[in-house]
């Protein structure tokens, strides 16, 4: 159980066009989800909390007219990355929190690998 | 500032153990979390400590002091699937996770 799936699991975009990355909760409902870019041979940075019915809330540094969140139902978020650049080329990464789980089960997605052209 | 301190890189032999070591400062502490990452791949959640003391499941084991800011995770009987980059990472105050920047493990035959 608590399977999270990304889609695409890769994209190539030109420069200048917008990308939408899904992110499913398969076999749980999850009230809140989190967004996650992680550049090469770094660590995880986090974008995002998206909460189910509410506005995301980005971190600082993250712009949130660029990177748009939306988290409509409990087993669904996306990002949409608008306006993509060669810079915005990175490895995206969702989780989301198990709510029977306990407070501390975070499940991750397999991630989506975008590159911008 | 927050900061999460564990080694950039390991090497150890298989079947071997090795211990990863973590030391944080965050504002607050809420939780410290272990996870694996294989190269290309999402992390996926090998252990989760709250108080003080060891959680043993299966040949990982991680260990917590939250007087010293500081936990490892212990890895015995290593195999070659181990080779992997390890991320601690803390729950503050805020409920935010914090991640370390990750240890590289290199598991040689």
């Known amino acids: 159980g608590a399977v999270v799936s990304q889609h695409p699991s890769w994209v190539i975009c030109k420069s200048g066009t917008s990308v939408k990355i899904e992110c499913r909760s398969l076999d749980f409902q999850a009230t809140t989800m989190f967004w996650y870019r992680q550049f090469p041979k770094q660590s995880l940075m986090l974008m995002a909390t998206?909460?189910?019915?509410?506005?995301?809330?980005?971190e600082q540094g993250v712009e949130k007219d660029k990177f748009l969140i939306n988290h409509a139902s409990l087993t669904l978020s996306t990002l949409t990355v608008t306006s993509a650049h060669p810079e915005d080329s990175s490895f995206y990464i969702c989780?989301?929190?198990?709510?029977?789980?306990?407070?501390?089960?975070?499940?991750f997605g397999p991630g989506t690998r975008l590159t911008v052209t | 500032g927050q900061n999460i301190d564990q080694p950039t890189e390991m090497t150890a032999t298989e079947g071997a153990i090795v211990q990863i070591n973590c030391t944080y400062q965050t504002s607050g502490f809420n939780g410290l979390f272990w996870y694996q990452q294989h190269a290309g791949e999402a992390p996926t959640f090998l252990s989760y400590n709250v108080l003080d003391g060891l959680e043993e499941k299966g040949r990982f084991s991680s260990f917590l002091s939250r007087s010293k800011g500081y936990s490892y995770l212990l890895l015995k009987e290593l195999q070659m699937k181990d080779s992997a980059s390890y991320l601690c990472?803390?729950?503050?105050?805020?409920?935010?996770?914090?991640w370390g920047a990750g240890t590289k493990l290199i598991i040689k035959p």
């Open positions: 998206s909460n189910e019915g509410s506005k995301a809330t980005y």
């Open positions: 989780s989301a929190r198990d709510v029977a789980g306990g407070d501390y089960e975070q499940y």
């Open positions: 990472a803390v729950r503050d105050s805020n409920y935010q996770l914090i």
